[in-house]
């Protein structure tokens, strides 16, 4: 099993920049597939990008030209590059592994964009 803890969240102004970094410990994530989800108040949780474990990548057509996900296997980590950040990307953002036979979720960072 693998367990995550994201970081990098917190207080920007619309424009600015953030970089959310997912650190798995337990098994190695280089066979499993990665995404960040994001969770605003009173909505579903969006798929905000993935990253397969062949390096296959989707966005979410909002965050497409803006928003970066890269995944270093030696490193156990995921990381999630935000610019031009919009007040609409403001929520909890989760960290997801995906396996055959589970999917695990991080505690959540609070990302908030200010206008």
């Known amino acids: 099993q693998v367990q995550l803890v994201e970081s990098g969240g917190g207080l920007v102004q619309a424009g600015g920049s953030l970089r959310l970094s997912c650190v798995a410990s337990?098994?190695?994530?280089?066979?499993?597939?990665m995404a960040w989800y994001r969770q605003a108040p009173g909505k579903q949780r969006d798929l905000v990008a993935r990253?397969?474990?062949?390096?296959?990548?989707t966005y979410l057509d909002s965050v497409k030209g803006r928003f970066t996900i890269s995944r270093d296997n030696a490193k156990k980590t995921v990381n999630l590059q935000m610019n031009s950040l919009k007040p609409e990307d403001s929520a909890v953002y989760y960290c997801?592994?995906?396996?055959?036979?589970?999917?695990?979720w991080g505690q959540g960072t609070q990302v908030t964009v200010s206008s």
């Open positions: 997801n592994v995906r396996g055959p036979r589970f999917s695990n």
């Open positions: 990253i397969t474990f062949g390096g296959v990548i």
């Open positions: 337990g098994s190695s994530i280089s066979i499993y597939d």
